[in-house]
């Protein structure tokens, strides 16, 4: 069974479909944005589209599918027997066309062919072995630096080994670590996580090893520590490189034999209890200037995980940033609640020091800042970053010059093609104009002649120009 997304604004055509081809699933979409929406949603094997002809915005919108989803294929049907939008469609990147009224046997036909030529693209992508074809449930993400944690992670979950992961903050090691456990044979019992930073040492130690009665004032009753409350389970120590020498000296023997005694007590407690550690901090060097132990670093490194920050996971961060929208979509109830391409591109501009709880809680903030359903680039609490790596723009040649340009307006016209999407007025050449008169107007500290020659323009042309966006510059004496 196929896939069929059929994108048209009467909705009997979908109608139609479904009657024509029973066998495969047909969904509809009225217009681009609900076609984009459902794209992203589930990928199709086939897009139909319904092109009115001219008048309609209906060829922006085969543009705006062929750019979100370059490899899929598009049959454009028309009523318009002209050639005029058959071949604009196909330069569009429609893959054929059917010119309506349609017969019926032409179009399976049609869709037949172009279901088998799609079949061939996926067939051609690198096959990946079923294991690793997924993120394991819980984590998003599918680059190839991901792929490598979730190797690991499938490798070393059923042993009882240690494991150290390592990685900045944010990247997801808790969450690493509670897929360790799932996976492993402990999974049923119970998995608790301590952070050594969070908590001060007296309480740290109490909270690991519990305490008898009398053990210190206010020790009224015995108290379990984590370690006992989850035997048989997991328990991951969070920011271990913040641990104290006398807490690491403890933990050691439990490594090392399962064995301690609880505060204020003298019997030895027996545990079956696998570690998770994790860390933000450079453990070597701690243990180079003697804060952290070095049998205690060998004893936890057994199978080190690093979790790679997010810059650099490359399209990881579009399908994480989905995958919060969508959390944020069911959490405020606001199912229509999209990402802007210009707010898209902000994010991917970005460096993500916090790495994916930042993006979390940028995405959440921005869904909760944004009065319509559109995030756009201003409701995103981030600050666009100039890449270190990227080299000052080339504008010694004309080509050069007009690359750079364009490159610099793809956000802008993303801005502009999305209020246009949603029905609002766009006049991008006159914003465009009036942002270039009143830098070039800044730029010789308001002299009108000198602006003017700037511009290529005349003094008349530019005072009419200041006049239609309300320039006021103070009069220079010239
Ligand atoms: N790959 C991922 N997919 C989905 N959510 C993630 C992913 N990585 C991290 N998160 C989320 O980001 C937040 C921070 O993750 P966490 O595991 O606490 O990071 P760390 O322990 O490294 O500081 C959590 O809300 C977590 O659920
Ligand atoms: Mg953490």
């Not at 819980?138 to 080994?161: C, F, H, N, W």
């Not at 070597?284 to 070095?294: N, S, Y």
């Not at 944004?370 to 000052?392: D, M, N, W």
């Not at 010789?444 to 006049?467: D, F, H, P, Y």
């Amino acid at each position: 069974m196929a896939n069929l997304l059929i994108v048209a604004a009467d909705e009997n055509l979908g109608f139609l479909f479904r009657h024509v081809f029973g066998e495969h699933e047909i969904r509809p979409a009225r217009d681009a944005a609900e076609a984009l929406e459902s794209i992203r949603a589930q990928r199709p094997d086939l897009v139909i589209m319904d092109v009115r002809g001219p008048g309609t915005d209906d060829l922006d919108a085969l543009r705006a599918i062929r750019r979100a989803a370059p490899d899929l294929i598009i049959i454009v049907m028309t009523a318009y027997g002209t050639a005029q939008i058959a071949v604009e469609a196909i330069k569009q990147g429609a893959h054929d066309y059917l010119f309506k009224p349609f017969d019926v046997g032409q179009l399976r036909q049609l869709v037949a062919e172009a279901l088998d030529i799609a079949a061939q693209r996926t067939a051609a992508r690198p096959p990946q072995p079923a294991a690793e074809r997924h993120a394991p449930a819980g984590m998003i993400g599918t680059s190839p630096a991901m792929q490598e944690v979730y190797r690991t992670i499938g490798k070393v979950a059923p042993s009882d080994l240690t494991v150290l992961i390592t990685g900045e903050s944010g990247t997801g090691k808790e969450l690493v670590a509670r897929m360790i456990h799932e996976h492993s044979r402990r999974a049923d019992k119970p998995f608790l996580a301590l952070n050594c930073a969070a908590i001060p040492e007296p309480l740290l130690e109490s909270e690991l090893f519990g305490y008898e009665r009398g053990a210190f004032t206010g020790a009224l009753h015995r108290k379990l520590g984590k370690l006992e409350v989850c035997n048989g389970g997991t328990l991951f120590l969070d920011e271990i490189g913040d641990m104290s020498p006398a807490l690491q000296t403890k933990m050691l023997r439990v490594l090392q034999d399962g064995m301690f005694e609880r505060i204020g007590g003298t019997e030895t407690i027996d545990v079956d209890v696998r570690i998770l550690a994790a860390t933000n901090r450079n453990l070597v060097e701690l243990m180079r200037e003697g804060h952290f132990r070095d049998d205690l670093y060998y004893r936890l490194k057994v199978v080190p995980i690093h979790v790679p920050p997010l810059r650099e996971r490359g399209d990881d961060l579009v399908l994480l940033a989905k995958h919060f929208l969508q959390r944020a979509r069911d959490e405020l109830h606001r199912p229509g609640l999209s990402l802007s391409n210009a707010a898209l591109e902000v994010l991917k501009a970005y460096s993500w020091p916090g790495n994916v709880r930042e993006l979390e809680n940028v995405i959440k903030g921005a869904a909760l800042t944004c009065p319509g359903v559109i995030i756009l680039p201003e409701h995103l609490a981030v600050t666009p970053q100039r890449s270190a790596k990227s080299a000052p723009p080339d504008t010694t040649s004309d080509t050069a010059a007009k690359e750079t340009l364009q490159k610099l307006l793809e956000p802008v016209f993303a801005y502009f093609h999305e209020l246009y999407q949603t029905g609002q007025r766009v006049e991008p050449f006159d914003r465009i104009e009036e942002v270039l008169l009143r830098k070039a107007l800044a730029a010789v500290e308001g002299n009108q002649s000198r602006a003017a020659k700037l511009l290529g323009i005349t003094r008349t042309t530019l005072r009419k120009r200041m006049a239609k966006y309300g320039i006021v510059v103070r009069q220079q004496v010239e």
